[in-house]
């Protein structure tokens, strides 16, 4: 089974300790949501495990089959499959839609000559128009279009592990919807870590694994029982 795993993780961004141990594991074909409170520090580890260096990781380690992958740079971390879909996708003016698309398809995944014609099918599943396109990166899409698109990525670059932070705050109902069908469909293959603050995601998918985050450390883990008893109790019972 191929699987990432994170051991006593500790990471600081900008001089200040976010994540005090975090002990996690992300099995390629299942879900595991995330949940946890405001600044609990799930992006920080978002963030890490893809390997941005605005942070900086003090112990621990984070292994994917075996791999160290603390050693690797951003672009190597994608190269072996794993993905992050942002809570805040960046607006990149001059980069086009589309030359983005099919150089991180092409550096991730190879030259492919039906990508275009895939990546049109892909967006109309999503209705997302192809004027899309010909605009730069993000740039002017709104907030539920911004998601839609970084859902499209992990549709086109197929990852072993996607990271997916909050893809589902500010996506009306009827994408909430296609999110958890689509998601469903794409774990027989890719692992999921679904950074969410939302129950009603699991409508369409039952997340394998559960795990709360506070104060930078995993406080407890378990099935889909454990969202009920938070949407019942909150997070302050947990503690
Ligand atoms: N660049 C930074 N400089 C200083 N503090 C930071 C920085 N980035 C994150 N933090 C702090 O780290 C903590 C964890 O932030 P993080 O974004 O990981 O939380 P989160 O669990 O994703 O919260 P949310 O549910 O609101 O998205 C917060 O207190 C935040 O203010
Ligand atoms: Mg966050």
Known sequence: MEQMDVRALEASVNGKKVLNGVDISIQRGKIHVLMGPNGSGKSTLANVIMGNPKYTVTAGLI??????????????????????????????????????????????????????????????????PDSFLKRSLNEGFSGGEKKRFELLQVMLLKPKIAILDEIDSGMDIDSVRMLGEITKNLSKDTGFLMITHNDHILDYIKPDMVSIMKDGKIIKSGDYQLIEQIRKEGYKQLI
């Not at 190269?79 to 086009?96: D, M, Y």
């Not at 995944?109 to 997302?128: A, F, Q, S, V």
């Open 63 to 128: 292994n994917f089959n075996g791999e160290d992958l603390l050693k690797l740079k951003v672009n190597e971390r994608a190269k072996k499959g794993i993905f992050l879909a942002f809570q805040e996708p960046v607006e990149i003016s001059g980069v086009n839609t589309m030359n983005f698309l099919v150089t991180a398809h092409t550096n991730l995944r190879g030259k492919d000559p039906e990508l275009r014609k895939e990546i049109t099918k892909k967006m109309n599943e999503l209705n997302l």
